[in-house]
């Protein structure tokens, strides 16, 4: 009986293959790190040795590396060759693209030599979601050119081709203003019929005054942050401003991604001597520090000009301790001012830390949270879901209090921290408890709290990291409950000092931590209470939230133009139907210190004490524990 509960547990465990975009590999493992002895710099890369770079082009070299970048796919593509009026056309198999061009591989010699004498080409393919940027998903009829043919044998050859247009280009011409067009006036309509909606609870006021109050509190703090975010604007980049930073990844059991991450980290368009990367593994039971020992010994291979041996560090401790313990580690050992927490399971943009840096211009700056986005975004429907979630926490919640300098959060993927303020406040952070529970959780919040005290946050847009989200929903539910007990927690900190803040982002933050926590009570009176008692159908509160879930899918069409938007509205949904109902359980349980989603020494201690033998679906607790069938 205990075999066959194994087998079943094994089976609906399955592992989930995740989608990412694979991107054709640069033979260089640090293409973006500027060379100190000058042999390359990031202008010569492209053809202009011996300039440097200045803010009249900075901008303009990031575009260029992101149209440089080619994507690995396998798409079909019909070439419609046109050669004295005569047209010939064949299929054939696309194996890169970039923003630039496509790389086709043909294997006929017949269509080889039709291509080669055509005197026009037109290339007739489909970019399938997540093969490129979210945004690119379009069917595409383009003019191109031969820029290089190389023969495989006789019968077979690869053609690299130029497109007539670049591919963003053509996406903004051909669907970019329709999408944008579209999503406007969508958004001004909704944004109207809702403000109507709560005119009408101004004028019912005097019959329900408890929940006509909560819906025009819900509604002004809800369009209140779409308002704010659309003057939000992000530092723009200064090429003479490079302090110094240390990057600090704490590990924990993650050696498919810490590889990556810690690649991702060193790979920064940044000087080699004011960055630094410090790895810190928090006692993994998998195979994280061998992965990190790897890993770091490839990037010692590197040029010396790369300086890898000296800025790339690593640190294996001993024991279990937590991850606020292991970012102390490396708090203590980094050289810089400035120290930047990245999670284990995200990857940095060449370009982060570049950008990461720039509110710091401002001397009473204290912290900056960059942008997350969804690595794996095309994996199945909840990591849609969670794609559009994302990227309307950071491009409308992050950036509405940014404007305030009041970010209430600096987000565990990407945020910078002044050294200095952070050990001023680290015994605090470390030695954290709540109701006499430990807290073991909730870092990023526990230390935007400290630091949002006395000084100002900043929310970065153009920093950019990627991150893999929960690709199964007992993994992602047990992660949703885990935030919600430590915003509950940090949450009551912060109410103590916020109404010291700018007045509108005061009262904006105590808004925004009652209208989630009376979510559950109101949804239930209303969906539930008023029509068995009364007999009444609640269609005008399904009305609003309906509006609200459009509002938020087509706030994402606007700032994406991608196919995702509609899961914003599913999002929504599934808020409403399972999520909603966490928050009272978090309201009993926020002094819980087990992650749930990973076996850290407080999940085996809390597995332990309820007697149930659950490590089935953590190979890692194995380690930790003696599994028995």
């Known amino acids: 009986?205990?075999?066959?509960?194994?087998?079943?547990?094994?089976?609906?465990?399955?592992?989930?293959?995740?989608?990412?975009?694979?991107?054709?590999?640069?033979?260089?493992?640090?293409?973006?790190?500027?060379?100190?002895?000058?042999?390359?710099?990031?202008?010569?890369?492209?053809?202009?040795?011996?300039?440097?770079?200045?803010?009249?082009?900075?901008?303009?070299?990031?575009?260029?590396?992101?149209?440089?970048?080619?994507?690995?796919?396998?798409?079909?593509?019909?070439?419609?060759?046109?050669?004295?009026?005569?047209?010939?056309?064949?299929?054939?198999?696309?194996?890169?693209?970039?923003?630039?061009?496509?790389?086709?591989?043909?294997?006929?010699?017949?269509?080889?030599?039709?291509?080669?004498?055509?005197?026009?080409?037109?290339?007739?393919?489909?970019?399938?979601?997540?093969?490129?940027?979210?945004?690119?998903?379009?069917?595409?009829?383009?003019?191109?050119?031969?820029?290089?043919?190389?023969?495989?044998?006789?019968?077979?050859?690869?053609?690299?081709?130029?497109?007539?247009?670049?591919?963003?280009?053509?996406?903004?011409?051909?669907?970019?203003?329709?999408?944008?067009?579209?999503?406007?006036?969508?958004?001004?309509?909704?944004?109207?019929?809702?403000?109507?909606?709560?005119?009408?609870?101004?004028?019912?006021?005097?019959?329900?005054?408890?929940?006509?109050?909560?819906?025009?509190?819900?509604?002004?703090?809800?369009?209140?942050?779409?308002?704010?975010?659309?003057?939000?604007?992000?530092?723009?980049?200064?090429?003479?401003?490079?302090?110094?930073?240390?990057?600090?990844?704490?590990?924990?059991?993650?050696?498919?991604?810490?590889?990556?991450?810690?690649?991702?980290?060193?790979?920064?368009?940044?000087?080699?001597?004011?960055?630094?990367?410090?790895?810190?593994?928090?006692?993994?039971?998998?195979?994280?520090?061998?992965?990190?020992?790897?890993?770091?010994?490839?990037?010692?291979?590197?040029?010396?000009?790369?300086?890898?041996k000296e800025r790339l560090h690593y640190i294996i401790m001993d024991k279990n301790k937590g991850k606020r313990e292991a970012l102390a580690q490396g708090v203590f050992k980094a050289k810089h001012d400035l120290v930047v927490f990245v999670d284990s399971d995200s990857f940095l943009d060449p370009f982060a830390i570049r950008n990461l840096v720039q509110p710091f211009k401002d001397p009473k700056m204290a912290g900056v949270s960059g942008r997350t986005d969804v690595a794996n975004t095309y994996t199945n429907t909840l990591t849609k879901i969670q794609s559009v979630r994302y990227h309307i926490a950071f491009r409308v919640m992050k950036a509405a209090e940014g404007l305030f300098d009041a970010v209430t959060c600096l987000s565990g993927p990407l945020a910078c921290y002044k050294k200095e303020i952070v050990l001023e406040n680290m015994d605090a952070w470390l030695n954290q408890r709540f109701l006499g529970h430990k807290a073991t959780f909730g870092d990023d919040r526990a230390m935007t709290n400290l630091i949002l005290k006395k000084h100002r946050t900043a929310y970065q847009d153009s920093a950019i990291c990627y991150t893999i989200v929960p690709t199964k929903h007992h993994v992602f539910l047990k992660q949703q409950m885990r935030w919600k007990r430590s915003w509950l927690r940090e949450s009551l900190v912060a109410a103590g000092f916020m109404w010291k803040k700018e007045p509108f982002a005061a009262l904006s933050y105590y808004i925004g931590v009652l209208v989630p926590v009376l979510g559950p009570i109101v949804v239930f009176y209303n969906l539930l209470y008023v029509p068995a008692v009364y007999g009444i159908f609640p269609v005008t509160f399904l009305t609003g939230l309906l509006l609200m879930a459009m509002l938020m899918s087509v706030a994402q069409l606007f700032l994406r133009r991608s196919t995702t938007w509609i899961f914003g509205f599913l999002f929504c949904i599934y808020y409403e139907a399972v999520l909603l109902w966490q928050m009272p359980i978090a309201w009993v349980t926020f002094w819980k210190t087990s992650w749930g989603t990973r076996m850290t020494q407080y999940d085996i201690k809390a597995q332990k004490k309820k007697g149930r033998k659950m490590f089935n679906n953590y190979p890692e607790a194995k380690a930790n524990e003696t599994f028995k069938l």
């Open 1 to 308: 009986m205990a075999i066959k509960r194994y087998i079943y547990k094994r089976k609906k465990n399955k592992e989930i293959r995740n989608i990412l975009l694979e991107t054709k590999e640069d033979r260089r493992l640090l293409a973006h790190v500027p060379d100190k002895y000058q042999r390359r710099s990031n202008i010569d890369r492209r053809g202009r040795e011996g300039q440097e770079i200045g803010q009249q082009n900075i901008d303009d070299f990031i575009k260029n590396k992101a149209k440089g970048i080619r994507y690995k796919v396998s798409y079909t593509v019909k070439v419609i060759c046109k050669t004295k009026g005569v047209k010939h056309s064949f299929n054939c198999q696309a194996i890169d693209i970039s923003m630039t061009g496509v790389l086709l591989q043909i294997k006929d010699k017949k269509d080889i030599q039709s291509l080669e004498s055509a005197d026009s080409i037109q290339l007739k393919f489909g970019i399938l979601p997540g093969t490129m940027p979210e945004g690119l998903e379009m069917k595409v009829n383009i003019g191109a050119s031969i820029a290089r043919i190389q023969s495989i044998s006789e019968d077979e050859a690869l053609c690299g081709m130029q497109f007539a247009e670049e591919l963003s280009l053509y996406s903004r011409r051909k669907r970019g203003r329709y999408m944008l067009m579209i999503s406007s006036l969508l958004l001004f309509f909704i944004t109207a019929f809702v403000v109507l909606m709560r005119t009408e609870s101004v004028i019912y006021f005097r019959f329900n005054k408890s929940l006509y109050l909560y819906s025009i509190i819900a509604a002004f703090f809800l369009l209140s942050r779409y308002f704010f975010a659309v003057f939000y604007r992000e530092v723009p980049i200064d090429t003479e401003f490079t302090p110094g930073v240390s990057i600090i990844i704490p590990c924990f059991n993650e050696e498919e991604w810490i590889p990556r991450t810690i690649q991702a980290c060193i790979n920064q368009d940044y000087p080699v001597d004011r960055l630094e990367v410090i790895v810190v593994d928090d006692c993994s039971t998998d195979k994280s520090a061998e992965r990190i020992k790897e890993i770091i010994h490839r990037l010692y291979q590197e040029s010396e000009g790369f300086e890898t």
